[in-house]
């Protein structure tokens, strides 16, 4: 099977490549992404020698067609996925996740070659912190910020282009992902590389939100079971009944890093702040037979932090530009 991974050096893609490379030596995989500042070559190193790497935009068609015509799949992961800087600058988000799914749709509706869409629970807006539903394949679409407004606006092109056109794509709605390889922006590497760089961890408002983690592994190893057992045309939920408040988040990672329970600041809270995101996935589970292999949410933390104290060389060249855009904005 050929394989195109869209955005394959960024977190998700590259973690996603190198299981690929590992669990299904028989794949051919070709890598499209714009290396933008969240996409990182250094993150594909270990199975340079696997892939084909093309460096290009998404929303290229000429190029995107070219890669398409090539491929038996798509995997689209490729996306401006931070929602500070959405509030900071949204038109990228328009460009990337909106014109660019766009255009792979065009593409592979062209060409007759099925997509999987990548998407987040966030497309669902929030929830009360004591409400008893979770998000499923039914709830309603309500996004709150530019950058979820992208995805949803993605997913409905996708779902639209199943429906009008017969395209074979397939849709994933995953909670917030941890592990190696995650851009310094995000929770949890943010407030790691401060305390390894010195720097007190900034905790948004009250800490309060509520957010469904998933190891990034767990997410891609659900990822590869819709590619080989999903139906198209469907959506599957993807979690790990990992819901932690902000506030839990960063006591645990002071704990594992011999900080004090009081060794971070409250900081300037995001606006329109989705409060708690949670992720029904029965139907992954018992259509797909899928479950997380990372039970232990300490422990995955752990080996994140051992990742980030090992790995200085990738985050530490773009750690100081990170900080200094959210001293521009109001997270200090
Ligand atoms: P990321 O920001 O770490 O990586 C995005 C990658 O896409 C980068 O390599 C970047 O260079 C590339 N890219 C950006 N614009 C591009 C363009 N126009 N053309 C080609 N490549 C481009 O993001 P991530 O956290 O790995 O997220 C990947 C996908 O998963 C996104 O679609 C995101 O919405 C979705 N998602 C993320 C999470 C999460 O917790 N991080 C959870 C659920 C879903
Ligand atoms: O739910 C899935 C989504 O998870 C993905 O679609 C997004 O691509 C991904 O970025 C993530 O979105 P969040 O906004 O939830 O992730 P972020 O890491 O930015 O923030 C997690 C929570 O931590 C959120 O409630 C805001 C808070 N936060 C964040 C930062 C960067 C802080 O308290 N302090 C911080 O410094």
């Known amino acids: 099977m050929r394989l ?18 590992r669990d299904h030596p028989d794949v051919q995989v070709t890598v499209l992404d714009k290396l933008t500042y969240a996409g990182h070559k250094e993150s594909l190193a270990p199975v340079g020698g696997h892939i084909e790497f093309v460096h290009g935009d998404v929303a290229d068609f000429p190029l995107v067609d070219r890669l398409v015509a090539q491929a038996d799949f798509v995997v689209h992961f490729a996306a401006e996925s931070h929602n ?17 799914t766009f255009t792979l749709l065009e593409a592979v509706r062209s060409h007759g070659v099925r997509l999987h869409h990548i998407s987040t629970d ?4 929030d929830l009360e912190l004591d409400d008893p539903q979770r998000f499923d394949e039914v709830t309603a679409y309500n996004p709150s910020s530019p950058y979820s407004a992208s995805k949803a606006s993605a997913d409905l092109l996708v779902r ?23 851009h310094v922006e995000k929770f949890i590497p943010r407030q790691i590389t401060n305390i390894l760089t010195g720097v007190r961890p900034k905790l948004y408002g009250e800490g309060l939100n509520v957010r469904d983690w998933i190891h990034v592994d767990d997410h891609n190893r659900a990822v590869w079971t819709i590619l080989e057992k999903g139906t198209a045309g469907e959506t599957y939920l993807i979690g790990a009944d990992g819901e932690e408040s902000n506030r839990n988040v960063l006591a645990l990672i002071l704990d594992l890093m011999g900080c004090g329970a009081d060794d971070f600041d409250h900081v300037a809270d995001r606006p329109g702040h989705d ?12 259509e797909l037979g899928w479950k997380p292999e990372f039970r232990d949410f300490r422990d995955g933390l752990a080996a994140t932090i051992d990742w980030y104290r090992l790995n200085e060389a990738w ?18």
């Open 160 to 182: 639209a282009w199943v429906r009008s056109f017969g395209v074979h794509a397939t849709i994933s709605n995953c909670s917030n992902n941890y592990g190696p390889y995650q």
């Open 84 to 100: 500070d800087n959405s509030l900071r600058g949204p038109e990228p988000f328009i460009n990337t996740n909106i014109v660019g």
């Open 4 to 21: 195109l991974v869209t955005g394959g050096a960024g977190f998700i893609g590259a973690n996603f490549v190198h299981l690929t490379v």
């Open 315 to 332: 985050w530490r060249p773009f750690k100081d530009a990170t900080e200094r855009a959210y001293d521009r904005g109001s997270q200090r």
């Open 275 to 286: 409060l708690r995101y949670a992720i029904n996935s029965s139907k992954l589970r018992s």
């Open 122 to 125: 966030e497309v669902f807006g």
